[in-house]
């Protein structure tokens, strides 16, 4: 069925330092109704000045760019810019890659030889507000943050940061993955409401961003597939 015209597209940049590849997201995204490229960027420097300056819905990042790395300029686009959603797209799907690229604020993170419909659905679901991570990619994720855990200092855990009932849902759902919308739906709460839950506990657990948390809830076992 035809997209109506007056519904917003989801406006991609895309940062690739090979041309070809470039073209081919480019070509991939501009064929879909609902997205438009709005930007190309071949380094980690002008894709930090094109995301600040065109604040496009969703940002198709590679990892290795010629004088930034992605997860350098991922890392400074969400500092600048906390709601922006960065989807990394690489060669390389090893645990240590997929950990600090979500910890520097990736919130998709996808290979290159998978199939167009994976990377579609994983700019779509960025732009709906939720995270992307493949069976395979999550799995990676999970076992690389249980690989390097440590003990918990009791004055960090959850319940010593006294995180009411309600924040410790909302951290659990953050870990599955769910963004605000889903969150408040989940819980039959308002956004807003939501909103207050995940401000107070960043504040309760000395986070600072919304990644943190997600990254949080997953090394502490904090999930609802985890209860």
Same mark, same amino acid.
């Given at each position: 069925?035809?997209?109506?015209?007056?519904?917003?597209?989801?406006?991609?940049?895309?940062?690739?330092?090979?041309?070809?590849?470039?073209?081919?997201?480019?070509?991939?995204?501009?064929?879909?109704?609902?997205?438009?490229?709005?930007?190309?960027?071949?380094?980690?420097?002008?894709?930090?000045?094109?995301?600040?300056?065109?604040?496009?819905?969703?940002?198709?990042?590679?990892?290795?760019?010629?004088?930034?790395?992605?997860?350098?300029?991922?890392?400074?686009?969400?500092?600048?810019?906390?709601?922006?959603?960065?989807?990394?797209?690489?060669?390389?799907?090893?645990?240590?890659?997929?950990?600090?690229?979500?910890?520097?604020?990736?919130?998709?993170?996808?290979?290159?030889?998978?199939?167009?419909?994976?990377?579609?659905?994983?700019?779509?679901?960025?732009?709906?507000?939720?995270?992307?991570?493949?069976?395979?990619?999550?799995?990676?994720?999970?076992?690389?943050?249980?690989?390097?855990?440590?003990?918990?200092?009791?004055?960090?855990?959850?319940?010593?940061? +006294?995180? &009411?009932? #309600?924040?410790?849902?909302?951290?659990? @759902?953050?870990?599955? %993955? !769910?963004?605000? =919308?889903?969150? *408040?739906?989940?819980?039959?709460?308002? +956004?807003? &409401?939501? #909103?207050?839950?995940?401000?107070?506990? @960043?504040?309760?657990? %000395? !986070?600072?961003? =919304?990644?943190? *948390?997600?990254?949080?809830?997953?090394?502490?076992?904090?999930?609802?597939?985890?209860?």
């Amino acid at each position: 069925m035809p997209i109506p015209d007056f519904v917003p597209k989801i406006r991609v940049l895309v940062v690739d330092d090979h041309p070809m590849m470039n073209e081919s997201m480019c070509l991939a995204l501009e064929a879909e109704e609902d997205m438009q490229v709005v930007g190309v960027a071949q380094n980690g420097r002008a894709a930090i000045e094109q995301a600040l300056a065109l604040k496009p819905d969703v940002i198709v990042m590679d990892l290795f760019l010629p004088d930034m790395d992605g997860i350098r300029a991922t890392a400074e686009i969400a500092q600048a810019n906390p709601t922006a959603r960065v989807l990394v797209i690489t060669s390389s799907a090893e645990n240590e890659h997929v950990q600090r690229a979500i910890e520097a604020g990736a919130m998709a993170y996808i290979v290159k030889d998978s199939s167009r419909e994976q990377f579609i659905l994983g700019v779509r679901t960025l732009a709906s507000g939720r995270v992307f991570l493949p069976a395979e990619i999550g799995e990676k994720l999970v076992r690389g943050l249980q690989e390097n855990k440590t003990p918990i200092a009791a004055s960090t855990r959850p319940e010593r940061a +006294e995180l &009411t009932p #309600r924040e410790r849902e909302v951290l659990a @759902l953050l870990g599955e %993955g !769910l963004g605000n =919308r889903e969150i *408040a739906r989940r819980l039959v709460l308002s +956004e807003s &409401t939501v #909103r207050v839950h995940l401000n107070n506990l @960043l504040v309760k657990l %000395g !986070l600072h961003e =919304r990644n943190q *948390a997600v990254v949080y809830a997953v090394k502490n076992g904090l999930t609802k597939q985890n209860d």
